[in-house]
Antibody, heavy 124, light 108 residues
Framework: EVQLVESGGGLVQPGGSLRLSCAAS????????MNWVRQAPGKGLEWVSY????????YYADSVKGRFTISRDNAKNSLYLQMNSLRAEDTAVYYC?????????????????WGQGTLVTVSS | DIQMTQSPSSVSASVGDRVTITCRAS??????LAWYQQKPGKAPKLLIY???SLQSGVPSRFSGSGSGTDFTLTISSLQPEDFATYYC??????????FGQGTKLEIK
């Protein structure tokens, strides 16, 4: 059974830092691209960051570029998000999501498994 | 960035009703569209990929259609467990992946 379990959320002051972790099990973690997606309270979904299966390709949303760093440790089946210079608008539930691509001619990437999320609250 | 706009933002319906939710992309995305269902306090769940392909395990009352800029998610006969918020997501132009703002399906 595929499982993604996030941890590391909590209350942090503006300007502070936090490191989120996502522990993966039930699949070959090193074969899959992974993403972080967040959801502010009462709001919609916002993609945050992507990392390729090897970790060699990384992308960020403009809203977090230069402040957040995504990484992974395939030996530990773990995904991370280092969040620095946090702002009130970063307050959200952060989900890790496995990316799967259906290929039939073109390849259509989707998020087929999600963790339960971890809440990050940025407030003084 | 490609903007995704869903309509309506909310809809009230009864068990057994047929419901259609629309998603429009700000530019053509071919069939690079997925639909997700999210219940309160839970993670999103993948329903449809490639605009019209049903994810394994998803009931056949869910269907998707469209290509280019206009897409629809249809629930043919609403069940009590279908009351949730639904999101579309484009994967044609990445980064970034972008989601619609969501459509909340409520019980009438």
């Amino acid at each position: 059974e595929v499982q993604l379990v996030e941890s590391g959320g909590g209350l942090v002051q503006p300007g502070g830092s936090l490191r989120l972790s996502c522990a993966a099990s039930g699949f070959t973690f090193s074969s899959y691209e992974m993403n972080w997606v967040r959801q502010a309270p009462g709001k919609g979904l916002e993609w945050v960051s992507y990392i390729s299966s090897s970790g060699s390709t990384i992308y960020y949303a403009d809203s977090v570029k230069g402040r957040f760093t995504i990484s992974r440790d395939n030996a530990k089946n773990s995904l991370y998000l280092q969040m620095n210079s946090l702002r009130a608008e970063d307050t959200a539930v952060y989900y890790c999501a496995r990316e799967w691509a259906y290929c039939g001619g073109d390849c259509y990437p989707v998020f087929d498994y999600w963790g339960q999320g971890t809440l990050v609250t940025v407030s003084s | 960035d490609i903007q995704m706009t869903q309509s309506p933002s909310s809809v009230s319906a009864s068990v057994g009703d047929r419901v259609t939710i629309t998603c429009r992309a700000s530019q053509g995305i071919s069939s690079w569209l997925a639909w997700y269902q999210q219940k309160p306090g839970k993670a999103p769940k993948l329903l449809i990929y490639a605009a019209s392909s049903l994810q394994s395990g998803v009931p056949s009352r869910f269907s998707g259609s469209g290509s280019g800029t206009d897409f629809t998610l249809t629930i043919s006969s609403l069940q009590p467990e279908d009351f949730a918020t639904y999101y579309c997501q484009q994967a044609n132009s990445f980064p970034p992946y972008t989601f619609g703002q969501g459509t909340k399906l409520e019980i009438k």
